[in-house]
């Protein structure tokens, strides 16, 4: 069992930065992915980033490119979600996910909301 806790959200104006964090506990392995994901009043959820465990590697949905870095503490067992230049289109919930084969677990959410 892996537990997740997301902390860091809140309410922003346009232009402005929020980091994320995405606290892991329990069965850890080195082979997860752990992502964001993000989901809007009305809206899908989408993904935002993810992040091996294992290597550092990283991807991002083309909408953060550029405005968005994820990063991970393994001493911490934390994930880093830095946002900046943040648009109103970035509110949502932003969940937290660790992945490995069948296995997926998820955060219960913290929102971000960015003003005009």
């Known amino acids: 069992q892996v537990q997740l806790v997301e902390s860091g959200g809140g309410l922003v104006q346009a232009g402005e930065s929020l980091r994320l964090s995405c606290a892991a506990s329990?069965?850890?392995?080195?082979?997860?992915?752990i992502g964001w994901f993000r989901q809007a009043p009305g809206k899908e959820r989408e993904f935002v980033a993810a992040?091996?465990?294992?290597?550092?590697?990283?991807n991002f949905a083309d909408s953060v490119k550029g405005r968005f870095t994820i990063s991970r503490d393994n001493a911490k067992n934390t994930v880093y979600l830095q946002m900046n230049s943040l648009k109103p289109e970035d509110t949502a919930v932003y969940y937290c996910?660790?992945?490995?084969?069948?296995?997926?677990?998820w955060g219960q959410g913290t929102q971000v909301t960015v003003s005009s």
């Open positions: 992040i091996s465990w294992y290597d550092g590697s990283a």
């Open positions: 996910n660790a992945a490995l084969l069948s296995q997926v677990y």
């Open positions: 329990g069965r850890i392995f080195s082979r997860y992915t």
